[in-house]
């Protein structure tokens, strides 16, 4: 099993998108304990060995990784890993690490739909919706916006213009920190963690022409060998989801010399039927306590199934 996280925190505090919230460190710390007790946690580096044997187990095991490299990843997850001997990926995208005080796309969502509160929201791509936003339905206009920006939406720049138009101006940078910078990438490989490949900006890689794709992973896989002397043979495709990614992609990531890749569409990964650029991973409940977590863990060790 391969457990994906996102940002480690108390999603009350945040401004921008509080549903990329996995969970906070209380919350690791007992899932991780979960994780341990039900299976084998592996290093990045065995788990890379067993995904080119095709898998190969003896007993259950488990693979945490965390994706985008927001900076609570490196000031509250990683202690926690420490204090278990764990270890874990982290794939960070390389435009983040130059400007980490950088507002994603999916928080700029967040953030400029909180600001139409009281208002309409219209966005000319999707003629037929419209939004009226008040402080009870707020997030989950944000979670159809999201949903509309990763599928239907195409003219991403306009999706934009007309949020923006709404809100009565934008946001580029954000008030603090929100992604690791270069040093703390650094530190990441000499603390004995992985770092893999997550794009150079974040695109949803579909909807980039065989060229732009290209671009995209070898420009950031290069930053990434460079700044850290590290050769970076792992992937995790942006979003993840299975309209995010295509076959070209998939090829690409081969003909560029990386070993695997990481989708995030929830399934199990079986030895002797697993696809090395399509590694399954899987998350728990936002905010799940100990007991919940230890019935997924459960339902997933029996079942080899998961489900969101």
Not at 21 to 46: C, F, N, W
Not at 59 to 86: C, I, K, M, Q, W
């Amino acid at each position: 099993m391969v457990f994906n996280y996102h940002r480690i925190g108390n999603c009350q505090d945040c401004f921008l998108d509080q549903q990329v919230y996995s969970t906070d460190a209380d919350g690791l710390d007992q899932q991780i304990r979960i994780v341990k007790r039900m299976s084998d946690l592996l290093h990045p580096k065995e788990a890379m060995d067993l995904i080119a044997r095709g898998l190969p187990l003896k007993r259950p095991a488990s693979l945490l990784t965390f994706d985008d490299g927001y900076h609570d990843n490196f000031s509250v997850a990683l202690p926690v890993l420490e204090a278990h001997g764990a270890s874990a990926f982290f794939f960070l995208v390389t435009d983040y690490l130059d400007h980490p005080f950088q507002v994603s796309w999916w928080d700029k969502i967040a953030f400029l739909t909180r600001r139409c509160i009281g208002k309409r929201i219209q966005i000319r791509e999707l003629q037929h919706q419209a939004w009226s936003v008040d402080e009870r339905n707020v997030n989950a206009v944000i979670t159809d916006l999201l949903a509309a920006y990763r599928g239907p939406v195409r003219d991403e720049a306009g999706f934009m213009r007309d949020l923006e138009s709404c809100a009565g101006g934008g946001i580029d940078r954000a008030p603090q920190r929100v992604f690791m910078d270069w040093t703390e990438a650094r530190a990441l490989v000499r603390r004995g963690m992985g770092v893999g490949v997550h794009s150079h900006t974040h695109p949803i890689m579909s909807r980039l022409d065989e060229e732009g794709q290209r671009r995209e992973l070898v420009h950031s896989r290069a930053r990434l060998d460079q700044e850290l002397g590290i050769e970076c043979g792992a992937l995790a495709y942006p979003v993840g989801t299975r309209c995010a990614f295509t076959e070209t992609t998939k090829r690409i990531a081969r003909e560029l010399g990386f070993r695997c890749a990481f989708s995030y569409a929830g399934g199990a990964n079986e030895a002797g039927a697993l696809d090395p650029f399509d590694i399954k991973r899987v998350a728990f409940p936002s905010y799940a306590g100990p007991a919940r977590s230890r019935s997924v863990m459960s339902m997933m060790r029996l079942s080899g199934q998961v489900w969101f």
